[in-house]
């Protein structure tokens, strides 16, 4: 990246020799311009919305569009119920093999189903009664809430302890730290959320996976922040479970159902706690007395949401029609971009790296600190309309989904956010949080 000059022209050069460019046109892009432009304040570049979010909710593939409206009209308006037989029935499923390759899963070691953190509360109970007898579980003080606040119920409701492994810079966590804190005997299951949602901070899933083993515990791995931004290899390195968004870069929709995968083995050793009918073995033999089904199967719960199931697929399909290394290799390659441009122009500014380094440690997205992060974060998707996101304390994060993101994108981000800093745009926001930040 050092020998690249730091110009619109350069960017516009990198998305020309981008072999992955043609996917943007697959997806929706809305033509917004940025209210300072209105304004008579022009920007010195691409006035449109920039989008760096879709690690938040990614977006909307055209294909989808025309899946649901067969979906809503055809499927659903002629078809009706009939619909179950014909390619409902077999979607958590059909869909789920196709996750698997982006994950590095067998093809029935993955179905779709639930929301993350309701397969997170699945797997993890599971995992407890499968080491029943152990009383504790190691996560991370900034994993994401959703998994923080399940395990505290679980561990309340099962009395087993949670050891919270703390992180020294708030971007790392030292995977000896991990590894140290894994009681032989003792530890039931290890969970951590594969790349950090604040830093994107990625864990080195081998070393962890193969330390929780020695110590006969499970691992679970939460991909919300990694499936289709970067390989997964779940059976390479002989992971026990794992659960994932459908809504961030695999562009599925808000709200989407998320995916579980349990290593084949393990399949027929795990219960699913919500003993519902479509885990049910035989469903629609409505027998009284609850038999868990083969497989995957027995990890489903109640009827799934169907239009928002089947607006997966496209999504998934254009992710593995790119390929998840040449994905991971723009992916790298984009915010090595950012992070120079933050060099050159932010940093002087106060505002600091709050993502790793080195980018064999860093996912898809990255995070700038300032004391003044949400005020200029507002001030960027009101004035600027740049759309990133902001985490407490301080982190403005810019998601970059390699399928749809350009380098102009990033550059002309890195841009409006410099003209922020130097006319201090935020001054005149409020530092009180909205309720979607
Ligand atoms: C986004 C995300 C979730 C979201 O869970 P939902 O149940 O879909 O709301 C869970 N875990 C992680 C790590 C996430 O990044």
């Not at 985490?391 to 403005?396: E, G, Q």
């Amino acid at each position: 990246m050092a020998t690249l000059a730091l110009d619109l022209a350069c960017a516009r050069e990198l998305d020309a020799h981008d072999p992955l460019a043609r996917f943007r046109d697959e997806f929706v892009i809305s033509q917004e311009v940025a209210a300072s432009v209105t304004e008579g304040r022009p920007l010195t570049t691409d006035p449109d919305t920039l989008y760096l979010d879709g690690n938040s909710l990614g977006r909307l593939p055209k294909r989808t569009v025309a899946r649901l409206q067969n979906a809503i009209e055809h499927e659903w308006g002629k078809r009706l119920v009939r619909g179950w037989g014909e390619g409902w029935m077999d979607a958590p499923a059909r869909i789920g093999a196709k996750i698997a390759q982006l994950i590095g899963a067998q093809r029935d070691e993955v179905i779709v189903a639930d929301s993350t953190s309701t397969n997170f509360y699945k797997l993890v109970y599971a995992a407890l009664d499968a080491r029943a007898g152990r009383t504790q579980i190691v996560t991370e003080t900034v994993n994401f809430p959703t998994d923080a606040y399940i395990l505290q119920g679980i561990a309340r409701t099962r009395g087993v302890e949670i050891t919270y492994v703390d992180s020294t810079d708030g971007i790392t966590i030292s995977t000896d730290a991990i590894v140290n804190a894994i009681e032989r005997n003792k530890c039931a299951l290890v969970t951590l959320t594969h790349t950090a949602f604040k830093s994107g901070y990625v864990y080195d899933m081998q070393a962890v996976t193969d330390a929780a083993h020695r110590a006969g515990a499970l691992v679970l791995w939460d991909l919300s922040h990694s499936v289709g931004s970067l390989p997964v290899d779940l059976n390479a390195c002989d992971a026990d479970l794992a659960v994932g968004c459908t809504y961030k870069y695999l562009n599925g929709g808000p709200g989407a159902p998320a995916f579980l995968y349990v290593r084949r083995d393990l399949q027929e050793q795990l219960l699913n706690p919500i003993q519902g009918w479509f885990g049910q073995r035989d469903q629609f033999a409505m027998g009284f007395e609850y038999a868990p089904a083969q497989g995957m199967t027995r990890f489903l719960v109640g009827t799934p949401p169907m239009l928002s199931l089947l607006a997966i697929e496209a999504g998934v399909d254009l992710l593995l029609e790119a390929g998840i290394e040449n994905l991971r290799a723009k992916s790298v390659q984009q915010t090595e971009f950012l992070i120079a441009l933050w060099d050159a122009w932010l940093k002087p500014f106060g505002v600091t790296l709050n993502s790793p380094r080195d980018a064999n440690m860093r996912g898809s997205h990255v995070s700038l600190g300032h004391p003044d992060g949400l005020r200029i974060d507002r001030a960027l998707i009101e004035e600027m309309h740049v759309i990133p996101d902001f985490r407490p304390p301080d982190n403005i994060r810019f998601g970059i989904a390699p399928i749809y993101t350009r380098f102009e994108d990033i550059y002309c981000a890195m841009e409006r956010m410099r003209r922020v800093m130097q006319e201090k745009l935020y001054e005149k926001y409020p530092s009180e949080r909205r309720v979607v930040t």
